[in-house]
């Protein structure tokens, strides 16, 4: 079994080049997403990036669980809080690990070590299944 990396331990270059593009992808992002005017319906602002309509919503009337993201991206991005999680609590979820990830990787790489503890399996996955819970619940309150 591979012992874990020490937060003092060099990242190799492979492991450094792909911290800095992942974290550059992640604010890039949220750059992208400040850009953007936020679609006053809550949803379609990913329509202005020439994307087409939610599918989904077009055939069955319904949002899909995603519906709303960018909208989310964009508004909390201009400090509508409230609005953004009207729009899609994953979305700001999403927003807000975006951020503090893109940071850390970034940093991680220009450092050559990690910023701080390297990222563990087990942490990794408890945060994708809290992002899921977040954006399944979200979706299910637009039902109600």
């Known amino acids: 079994m ?14 450094r080049f792909t911290s800095g593009v992942l974290g550059i992808s992640a604010l890039g992002l949220l750059l992208v997403a400040h850009s953007l005017v936020p679609d006053v319906r809550g949803l379609g602002t990913h329509e202005q990036l020439g994307l087409s309509p939610c599918t989904i919503k077009q055939v069955f009337g319904i949002r899909c669980p995603s519906c709303g993201m960018t909208t989310s991206w964009s508004l909390i991005s201009h400090g509508r809080v409230g609005a953004a999680f ?7 979820l999403l927003a807000g690990l975006a951020s503090l990830a893109g940071v850390w990787l970034v940093a991680s790489a220009a450092l050559g070590r990690w910023a701080t503890r390297p990222p563990s399996s087990r942490a990794v996955l408890a ?5 899921l819970a977040v954006v399944l619940l979200d979706w299910g309150r637009h039902f109600l």
């Open 86 to 92: 009207q729009a899609n609590a994953g979305g700001v």
């Open 127 to 131: 945060t994708m299944l809290v992002v």
């Open 2 to 15: 591979q012992q874990p990396t020490q937060p003092s331990a060099n990242l190799s270059k492979t492991v």
